[in-house]
């Protein structure tokens, strides 16, 4: 069984995070800072070497200003 990280389905997740990332024209940086987290933190899912928890996703859409459904539902 492949990891889900790796599946089409979890790459277009990070796609649409990063897409989102940067419609609230925010950097790595700043929404690192907006989650208490380091820079890294975020570099690390967006290139899939992490995976996001269900309560690491509701902080980072959260700190995007996203609804979490709607950004589901891209997900198809």
């Known amino acids: 069984m492949t990891r889900s990280a790796f599946t089409a389905r979890y790459q277009r997740l990070r796609t649409l ?29 967006e290139r899939g070497e992490r995976r996001l928890d269900v309560i690491e996703f509701l902080a980072v859409v959260e700190a995007l200003g996203i609804h979490p459904g709607k950004l589901l539902d891209r997900l198809g």
């Open 17 to 45: 995070l990063i897409a989102a990332r940067k419609e609230a024209r925010m950097s790595q940086a700043d929404l690192a800072a907006k989650l208490g987290r380091p820079q890294s933190f975020v570099s690390k899912y």
